[in-house]
């Protein structure tokens, strides 16, 4: 748990004080990813380093794990905390083995804990360590000095890391693989982690929390669905973008909202039962077939079943698409704009059809939480 | 094709060249006259290689520390003017400094190595201040953040990071530190510079160039040692050739 009480930075320059961060109070849940976001010059990378010190700060204190870090000396405390800054910053001179084990030696591990250390921490960012370990930075890809970064920052099992920008230098394409490890190692790690971003989307997809940051002020913390469903003030919600809802989309999985009423017929039915069945759910075009086992196989469509006569196992044409629980809105909208349709059939992970979704059902799920400043702002002001 | 032949033929014509000029050289009796000085030559060497040492690793000893010290962040105000004052040091001709460095410590050897390191201080100090100074803010934010001490930082990774700039700046001072200890004859120092300048003074080419190839050789030879040594010290990533 990282928590932050009053914590403030004032910059001396020639002409008066800066306030780069004005009283920033939060907490952050043990095992839990948080995202500083905010434009440049918010004080978001501020309040980060204020954390390990390597800013230092006017006034304030930080706790980590309920404990003042205050008292500490500062480097103790900062072998305490992984950290992990944009330009990477491998030491050029040493090899990745020296790198990744640079913090256990400040600690003093023995070499044979050492080097057992980095080959784990190797397999852990999915790089081979016969062929990596002996290999200076310079020999490496930027990804993959990334990596290092990642696997140096928890070398010694730190139990908070503070991440300022770690994806930003890294082309799309490999940060969003990079993104994705870093997710799924965190399932397993469970660190605390602040993050410091200026892409909504990247903190949309990273965090549990989102603290929204402006001119030095904390503006919203917030878990990412409630930041984009009801911003606080017109700032945060010009920041998220007039896309917000369509971003929402990611935050939520097709099992949350899945109705489990959905009709079907099997091969051995006729299509008089499937017309019927069709307007029992009120089904315009067509309705889904099912095998025994209850796995979709076919679509008979209206067309057909209300002029001719016959077994659906005879008159079906091929599921054009279907959408797994786990996915997410995202993934089920571009699916329905792909293939023309207002619904989907769900499937489970045995491959079984578990119910269906429909558009409606997304438009008013996220359109029940949807807040908008300015109709509110018109709303009070009617009101007054 | 063509320009393998050309090549080949420019190899054949230096080859050729050479051994015309050591045919005529001997047929002058000139390379007898060279071997006559043998001995001075020999004598003379260690005591050049000696200047050189001396004032070189009293250089080296004064400049990397004074270009740490000058690099920390407390010293910037005073940096740049102290950089300033070495500067005149390489400024003034060597001429000079010998003259006036034996107008307060006499003759001798004591007055020349003092003249030698004044002359070779500077671009090892200005390197190291440079090398060290030169190292990514982002790299000096990393060695911080992970919990390293001051000492640390300038021990792990600054100088290991500098050492490739510190080195050229060695290479330097040295090289032009051998070309300079000729003059130190002047101020009864010795070294090879006494074969040269009484060559001159007697016209007797022999006996110059019994001198003056000696000291070119000398060079050539320290600029190649300071370059193994680099290469054998500077770790492989740090090294830009090697990357």
Redesign the interface.
């Known amino acids: 748990m990282i928590e932050l009480d009053n914590l403030t930075k004032i910059f001396e320059t020639g002409n008066g004080g800066v306030l780069a961060a004005d009283h920033i109070s939060m907490t952050v849940p043990s095992g839990e990813i948080c995202i500083l976001l905010g434009p440049s010059g918010c004080g978001k990378t501020t309040t980060l380093k204020m954390i390990?010190r390597?800013i230092q700060p006017t006034s304030g204190r930080v706790f980590i794990e309920g404990e003042d870090t205050s008292g500490m000396q500062?480097?103790?405390?900062?072998?305490?905390i992984g950290?992990v800054?944009?330009?990477?910053?491998?030491?050029?001179?040493?090899?990745i083995e020296e790198n990744i084990t640079?913090?256990p030696r400040?600690l003093g591990w023995e070499r044979q804990r050492c080097r057992e250390r980095a080959r784990e921490l190797m397999d852990v960012i999915a790089m081979d360590p016969n062929l990596y370990l002996h290999r200076?930075?310079?020999?490496l890809s930027g990804g993959q000095q990334q990596r290092v970064g990642v696997a140096?920052?928890l070398a010694a099992d730190p139990p908070v890391m503070?991440m300022d920008e770690p994806f930003g230098a890294i082309d799309p394409i490999n940060r969003a693989v990079i993104q994705d490890e870093f997710l799924r190692m965190q399932q397993q790690l469970k660190k605390t982690i602040l993050f410091v971003s200026h892409d909504i989307d990247e903190a949309i997809k990273m965090g549990d929390r989102i603290a929204i940051f402006r001119e030095g002020r904390l503006v919203q913390y917030s878990e990412p669905d409630d930041l984009l469903a009801a911003p606080k003030d017109e700032f945060v919600e010009s920041f998220l973008g007039d896309d917000r809802a369509l971003k929402r989309l990611n935050l939520v999985r097709v099992g949350d909202i899945v109705s489990p009423d959905i009709g079907t017929v099997r091969p051995g039915e006729t299509l008089e039962t499937a017309r019927q069945r069709m307007d029992e759910f009120g089904y315009q075009l067509s309705i889904l077939l099912v095998n025994d086992s209850n796995e979709p196989i076919g679509m008979v469509p209206r067309s057909v079943a209300s002029v001719t006569r016959g077994y659906c196992r005879d008159h079906y044409q091929p599921v054009p698409a279907t959408i797994h629980v786990e996915d997410t809105l995202r993934k089920a909208t571009s699916l329905m704009f792909a293939e023309d349709t207002t619904w989907l059939p769900c499937i489970d992970d045995a491959g079984q059809v578990c119910g269906q979704i429909t558009q409606r059902a997304m438009t008013r799920h996220l359109g029940s939480r949807f807040r908008s400043t300015t109709r509110a702002v018109a709303a009070a002001e009617s009101e007054a | 094709m063509l320009a393998n032949m050309l090549q080949r033929f420019g190899r054949f014509l230096v080859l050729a060249a050479v051994f015309a000029a050591g045919a005529w050289t001997y047929s002058t009796g000139f390379i007898d006259d060279f071997l006559w000085h043998w001995p001075d030559v020999q004598y003379l060497t260690v005591q050049h290689i000696w200047l050189t040492a001396m004032s070189g690793s009293l250089a080296i000893a004064v400049g990397i520390p004074l270009g740490i010290v000058l690099s920390r962040p407390s010293m910037q105000r005073v940096a740049e003017s102290v950089m300033q004052v070495l500067n005149v040091g390489t400024t003034i001709p060597t001429l000079a400094v010998l003259a006036l460095s034996m107008s307060f410590l006499g003759i001798g050897t004591v007055p020349a190595v003092f003249a030698l390191f004044v002359a070779t201080l500077l671009p090892i100090t200005r390197n190291t201040f440079a090398g060290l100074k030169g190292i990514?803010p982002?790299?000096m934010?990393?060695?911080?953040?992970?919990?390293?001490?001051p000492v640390?930082r300038l021990f792990?990774?600054e100088l290991?990071?500098a050492?490739y700039v510190i080195f050229a700046g060695i290479r330097t001072a040295l090289t032009i530190n051998v070309g300079t200890v000729p003059l130190a004859f002047l101020i009864g120092a010795g070294g090879l510079g006494e074969l040269i300048f009484t060559g001159i003074d007697l016209f007797d080419p022999a006996m110059m160039l019994a001198g003056a190839i000696p000291t070119a050789l000398l060079a050539i030879a320290v600029d190649a040692l300071i370059a193994v040594i680099a290469f054998l010290v500077v770790?492989?990533?740090?090294n830009p050739t090697l990357?």
């Open positions: 390990n390597i500062t480097e103790d405390l900062r072998r305490n950290y800054i944009q330009q990477i910053g491998l030491f050029p001179n040493m090899t640079a913090v400040l200076y930075p310079n020999e140096r920052a503070l | 990514s982002a790299l934010e990393a060695a911080a953040g992970i919990g390293m001490s640390q792990k990774v290991p990071n050492l770790p492989r990533g740090v990357a």
